[in-house]
């Protein structure tokens, strides 16, 4: 009885073992479906790196914060973009196992559905939620949306990077920010880069 | 490379049209999520990340293996995706801006260049005395410069004090905007009713559009 119970408890003990070395190594997600293992191992290939977040000492050095936080504010972006520290289990388990599903027929009330997982629970609910959830109004424009009623009559990509580089080429898959003349501007764009 | 969403941001920014932010984060996550595994460019959205999983009431007691490496736009940071350079051996406090190529050189701080709602400030031609010629071409340094990593800077706490006063200033001043919205709206729909618009009144409006940085002529009493 003695050994059973110890062969048992060695069993018992590797078993433990083996799975807490295999849900670490796998940052403790547990596969929902082969495509999420797959993304996650696509993933997991890639450099991580921390967000670049706006800096306040740098800001009041150069003496933009006040307008970097204006703009922002504008977007609701300020509470977003408070510095957080990033995790790699909930950054690979998030990103493996994201789908936002955009509803293209033509009603009032599209239903864009999004899920994720997070700590192997999943979460499924409409952008509306999603946005709530995050205390952000699900509304504004989206420059390239099918909808026309949600895009802005009065924006040019065109005749807006004109404007703020003096540049009559734009090609939206080689636009460099360097020449984005405005500090300002050129700054937000680095947050925005990594962030949104 | 700059994304077509990124400009669109900024446009956005600039003349204070409202965005679905949620809309563009989800759309980014994706379309990073389904990059291959030698695309280029990191993974950069860990904060983010954390944010959305606070809101889930995921805490970040849960994460494990924290992205290590210096978190801000610091002033080191953009020095070495050549961003810009301190100015001169001695003036630690001064910066130089180069754009347009480097054609023009800019010393920074310099607030009443760098104010983006200033129209003339949005491209620089070299005629303001502030701005000044420079020959070097700075190519696209920064481009390439630009996913560098760095140490864990100092100053992280008072970041975060900075941040949560940030936070609860736009607070409070959307209180307060929202208050004098009303408060303008009502005295806007008096004077449609016909009712006589006071000195005091007008005083109290301008006043109130000045601090809301409503563009509008000095109050000269009539």
């Known amino acids: 009885m003695a050994s059973k119970r110890k062969s048992k408890e060695i069993e018992g003990s590797e078993?433990?073992?083996?799975?807490?070395?295999?849900?670490?190594?796998?940052?403790?997600?547990?596969?929902?479906?082969?495509?999420?293992?797959?993304?996650?191992?696509?993933?997991?290939?890639?450099?991580?790196?921390?967000?670049?977040?706006?800096?306040?000492?740098?800001?009041?050095?150069?003496?933009?914060?006040?307008?970097?936080?204006?703009?922002?504010?504008?977007?609701?972006?300020?509470?977003?973009?408070?510095?957080?520290?990033?995790?790699e289990n909930f950054t690979y388990e998030f990103l493996s196992s994201i789908s936002f599903t955009k509803d293209r027929?033509?009603?009032?009330?599209?239903?864009?559905?999004?899920?994720?997982?997070l700590l192997n629970v999943d979460y499924e609910m409409s952008l509306e939620a999603f946005c709530s959830k995050l205390g952000l109004a699900n509304a504004g424009y989206i420059h390239d949306s099918w909808d026309q009623t949600l895009r802005p009559a009065d924006y040019d990509p065109v005749v807006?990077?004109?404007?703020?580089?003096?540049?009559?080429?734009?090609?939206?898959?080689?636009?460099?920010?360097?020449?984005?003349?405005?500090l300002v501007l050129r700054y937000l764009q680095r947050v925005v880069t990594c962030t949104i | 490379m700059m994304r077509t969403d990124e400009l669109f941001m900024l446009w956005a920014m600039l003349y204070n049209h409202p965005v679905n932010i949620c809309y563009y984060l989800l759309d980014y996550l994706?379309?990073?999520?389904?990059?291959?595994?030698?695309?280029?460019?990191?993974?950069?959205?860990g904060g983010i990340i954390t944010f959305i999983a606070r809101k889930f009431g995921v805490g970040e007691g849960s994460g494990m293996n924290k992205i290590e490496?210096?978190?801000?736009?610091?002033?080191?940071?953009?020095?070495?995706?050549?961003?810009?350079?301190?100015?001169?051996?001695?003036?630690?406090?001064?910066?130089?801006?180069?754009?347009?190529?480097?054609?023009?050189?800019?010393?920074?701080?310099?607030?009443?260049?760098?104010?983006?709602?200033?129209?003339?400030?949005?491209?620089?031609?070299?005629?303001?005395?502030?701005?000044?010629?420079?020959g070097y071409d700075g190519g696209d340094e920064e481009?390439?410069?630009?996913?560098?990593?760095?140490?864990?800077?100092?100053?992280?706490?008072?970041?975060?004090?900075?941040?949560?006063?940030?936070?609860?200033?736009v607070q409070r001043i959307g209180t307060e905007q929202q208050r004098q919205g009303v408060e303008i709206s009502k005295l806007s729909n008096d004077v449609q009713r016909g009712n006589h618009m006071t000195e005091e009144n007008n005083q109290m409006l301008w006043n109130m559009m000045q601090h809301r940085n409503f563009q509008c002529p000095p109050y000269r009493p009539q």
């Not at chain 2, 390439?144 to 200033?169: K, P, S, V």
């Open chain 1, 160 to 182: 807006f990077w004109k404007s703020i580089t003096g540049l009559n080429q734009y090609n939206s898959c080689s636009n460099k920010a360097s020449n984005i003349h405005n």
């Open chain 2, 30 to 45: 994706v379309s990073l999520a389904k990059k291959k595994p030698n695309d280029k460019g990191d993974i950069v959205v």
């Open chain 2, 69 to 134: 490496g210096s978190i801000y736009l610091s002033l080191d940071t953009l020095a070495s995706m050549f961003f810009l350079k301190p100015h001169g051996y001695t003036h630690n406090f001064q910066f130089e801006w180069k754009v347009n190529n480097a054609n023009c050189l800019i010393i920074l701080p310099n607030p009443d260049i760098t104010n983006p709602e200033v129209v003339e400030n949005l491209l620089y031609v070299g005629s303001n005395p502030q701005v000044h010629n420079d």
């Open chain 2, 143 to 169: 481009e390439e410069g630009a996913h560098l990593h760095h140490e864990q800077e100092a100053g992280g706490n008072y970041n975060d004090e900075r941040w949560t006063w940030i936070q609860t200033e």
């Open chain 1, 105 to 117: 027929s033509k009603t009032n009330k599209p239903d864009h559905r999004v899920t994720f997982r």
């Open chain 1, 15 to 87: 078993s433990g073992t083996s799975k807490k070395q295999s849900t670490t190594r796998n940052h403790g997600i547990k596969f929902k479906d082969p495509e999420q293992r797959n993304r996650y191992k696509s993933l997991i290939s890639r450099t991580i790196s921390p967000c670049r977040y706006p800096d306040v000492n740098a800001m009041n050095r150069l003496r933009i914060e006040e307008h970097v936080i204006r703009l922002l504010n504008r977007l609701a972006l300020v509470e977003m973009l408070k510095p957080m520290k990033g995790f």
